[in-house]
């Protein structure tokens, strides 16, 4: 990320920063507008940002902003990748119809006709104060962490899950009001099918090649194990992806009178979980003290960044929101010697300067007050 | 305060796909400016419009004739049929010149979140026509969306038990397109749909 420009974004009304290649630091009080710049960034990424919210909540509600009127949020930015400079740009459509979101993108001056045109260029992954519970609560949390980090190899993924998405609402809403011939359920089931078993492809290919860069950590930060439940993930050890497709329609078409009552649908991609071990002990992350989750959590993140660097050429944006100041100092001087080794723009909010003091001399600062940045 | 005739235009042109209401304003203010060259001529051709084209009761497609000009068309294949989901996209066939059968337009595609069913599509008429001894084919041109896809794998599960062929159109490697470049979804579909060279 070279320059940034977000306009009436929550309580940045405009904001303009010009960055070099290494960390970020964003100090201010709670408010100030730190988390709302990285939740910005996030959306030059495919998805629906670091706090999945709806678009139009995200425009600027400040005083003397109502008259701007017909323009909505809008974030842009001009991005150096191993393979040349790119412009990205997305907001909220402002044309569809009230009711419905729909983002625009623009990469390279160019309207773009899918998000997964910004994955190709950049790649971005978090960690907020609100993934701690993480590895304590439900599967889907676990799932959408396992997806972002797939959208830096595969952008396409995005697409296909929410295609695989759109066909779970639409034949749940055909049980629900119990009017749908067989053929269209059948044609939802087998649309259903074929997406699941390509995103099941892609997240297990994920977590075999994370798994492996996981098992080199080594230092402060814990060695996760990784794994995957659901059912099209294991039947794939075994069967062709056409076979496992059959059988998960067979197995929807099965379930089409347990699901009716449910309101959702006895298997698919919306079923799988990512499972997390301690590499040392052996306990599930959900059991190991909060500390150990948080070092578990930085692991594989840094091991995903260490794998895209390698793979993919460009290194992902690491947004770390509030993560210094809840590390120990070891761990942070842990945290602070990987992103610098690995060449990585890390960008980092806290409300003290004190847990950066080792980034001296090496990171950018920004004061955050009022949605202002002030370096 | 009743709205001025300038604000009813404004609104009017406002509600058309790709206007905003700004663009819609600055519209408004060219046609008012060049009353004989663009605004007059647009009224009438848009009041000729109203009065003579209507949708053709054999495929759905939009012309001044019924049936329209393709169904009465001698020349053209009577044993393929493509069926496509708007008549933007027979249009869209015809300039490419890529098909010289019939068309079936369904007028959209199932979804359920938009509460368009079988029932809202152009589909009784499609099944009447599928029945014809003279159809051998029948090509599914509907977009890659998941309603496209799921209304594709809906007509296949209903057309299956007649003596047609259901064909879809290919999906995979676009013209001039680079294999590196191409993402895995598609390049799936582009192997599963390979054919002998």
Known sequence: ?375 | MAPSEIDRLIQQLARLPGLGPRSARRTALYLLQRREQSLLPLAEALSRAAERIRPCHVCGNLDDSDPCRICRDRERDLSALCVVEEVGDLWALERSGAFKGHYHVLGGCLSALDGRGPEQLNLDSLWQRARDPAVKEIVLALSATVDGQTTAHYLAERLAGLPVQVTRLGQGVPVGGDLDYLDDGTLLAAFSARRPA
């Open chain 1, 1 to 375: 990320m070279a320059r940034l420009s977000v306009q009436r974004f929550r309580n940045l009304r405009q904001a303009e920063l010009t960055v070099g290649a290494g960390p970020v630091v964003l100090l201010g009080e709670n408010g100030a507008g730190k988390t709302n710049l990285l939740e910005a960034l996030s959306f030059l990424t495919p998805g629906r940002g670091l706090r999945r919210a709806r678009l139009g909540d995200l425009e600027s509600r400040l005083p003397g902003n109502e008259g701007a009127g017909q323009g909505g949020w809008a974030v842009a930015a001009r991005v150096e990748t191993p393979w040349g400079a790119h412009d990205l740009g997305t907001g909220r459509d402002i044309t569809t119809a009230p009711g419905q979101e729909r983002r625009v993108i623009k990469v390279d001056g160019e309207f773009a006709s899918s998000q997964a045109a910004l994955g190709a260029v950049l790649a971005a992954v978090w960690v907020t104060p609100e993934m701690d519970g993480l590895f304590r609560e439900g599967a889907s949390e676990r799932r959408r962490f396992l997806d972002r980090l797939v959208y830096a190899f595969d952008p396409a993924h995005a697409g296909r899950l929410s295609a695989y998405e759109r066909a779970l609402r639409e034949r749940a809403r055909l049980l629900r009001e119990g009017r749908g011939e067989p053929e269209w359920l059948g044609a939802l089931e087998r649309t259903m099918a074929e997406k699941a078993v390509a995103i099941a492809a892609a997240r297990r290919d994920m977590v075999g090649r994370l798994a492996g860069a996981c098992a080199e950590t080594s230092g402060a930060f814990p060695r996760a194990e990784l794994g995957l439940a659901g059912d099209a993930e294991t039947w794939l050890d075994e069967l062709p992806a056409l076979a496992v497709e059959e059988r998960l329609q067979t197995r929807l078409l099965e379930s089409r009178g347990r699901d009716s009552e449910t309101g959702g649908a006895v298997v698919g991609a919306h079923r799988c979980d990512l499972l997390v071990h301690h590499g040392l002990h052996g306990r599930p992350a959900g059991l190991c003290s909060t500390g150990e989750q948080k070092a578990l959590l930085l692991a594989i993140v840094l091991a995903h960044a260490r794998l895209t660097g390698l793979e993919r050429g460009g290194m992902p944006l690491l947004l770390l929101d509030e993560v210094a100041a809840h590390l120990d100092a070891r761990r942070r001087d842990a945290l602070y010697e990987e992103i610098l080794a690995m060449g990585l723009q890390a960008w980092l909010t806290g409300t003290d300067a004190a847990p950066f003091a080792a980034l001296n001399g090496a990171a950018q600062r920004f004061r955050v007050q009022d949605g202002m940045f002030i370096e």
